[in-house]
């Protein structure tokens, strides 16, 4: 390795890991997610647009994207129903990066989906599945204007910000759903309190009420309760 080599990379991993503080320092899970997308763009040579691609069974969401070229993708490859981002999304086999130096000579392996993903302006695109070792969280999908805009340096800086973003999004998902489950269980609870007031009911009666509200209307309990707080009882 010549030393501009070593000094390029020098670089580069001092920018990764400030990247991956930055991330765990991100005060929500959508930003975390915006962190991960705008860190593609300014760390991966070549990338003009990014973006998070997560499955819902076959619906396609995309999350965090840095421009209008990864919303339009993920939104055709749900109509086709192929893609290399929506393929990543759904690996099965082991197949958690890809690399297309040219989408235009890969009309054969997605012929729905690649000359209308050209016709975007789509050149070239680089993916990775987000994983952590219990769970697949979606793919982080990168895309440039030019063909054979992606190097192996381009690949490798990709995988390295694909790792790290894994192990933020796990951890920024689960704090999410720490703090709803904390807010839905404090809502719960004022609900309660005020049917126990109002009605002069005991904690399981106004539990009871709420409980079987939510069964009859079809309504989540928090939806519930909310409403009970914000009206000061059921109608």
């Keep these: 390795m010549s030393k501009e080599d070593k000094v390029g990379w020098g670089r580069f991993a001092h920018q990764m890991a400030s990247m991956a503080r930055d991330l765990l320092a ?3 899970l ?3 997610l915006t ?5 593609a763009t300014e760390l991966v040579a070549g990338c003009d647009a990014a973006g998070i691609l997560v499955l819902h069974g076959k619906r396609v969401e995309t999350v965090a994207p840095t421009g209008r070229l990864a919303v339009d993708s ?5 109509e ?3 893609g290399p981002c929506f393929d990543a999304a759904h690996s099965s086999h082991g197949e958690r990066v890809f690399r297309i130096a040219d989408l235009a000579s890969l009309h054969q392996r997605w012929p729905g989906y690649a000359p209308r993903a050209h016709q975007l302006g789509i050149g070239s695109m680089m993916g990775f599945l987000l994983f ?7 793919a982080l999908n990168l895309y440039s204007h030019r063909r054979g805009a992606f190097s192996e340096v381009s690949e490798t800086a990709g995988w390295l910000l694909a790792s790290h973003a ?3 999004f796990s951890s920024a998902r689960t704090n999410a759903q720490l703090e709803q489950a904390v807010a839905t269980r404090h809502v719960i609870g004022e609900a309660m309190g005020i049917l126990m007031g109002r009605n002069h009911l005991t904690e399981d009666q106004a ?3 709420l409980r079987r509200y939510s069964q009859e209307t079809n309504l989540k309990l928090r939806d519930v309760a909310r409403r009970v707080c914000e009206d000061g009882n059921l109608p």
């Design 132 to 138: 952590t070792e219990d769970e697949d969280l979606g």
């Design 166 to 168: 894994a192990v933020a």
């Design 30 to 32: 959508d930003d975390t």
């Design 35 to 39: 962190r991960i997308t705008a860190s």
């Design 80 to 82: 086709l129903g192929e």
């Design 26 to 28: 991100q005060d929500s």
């Design 74 to 78: 993920d939104r055709l490859q749900e």
């Design 207 to 209: 539990f009871d009420v």
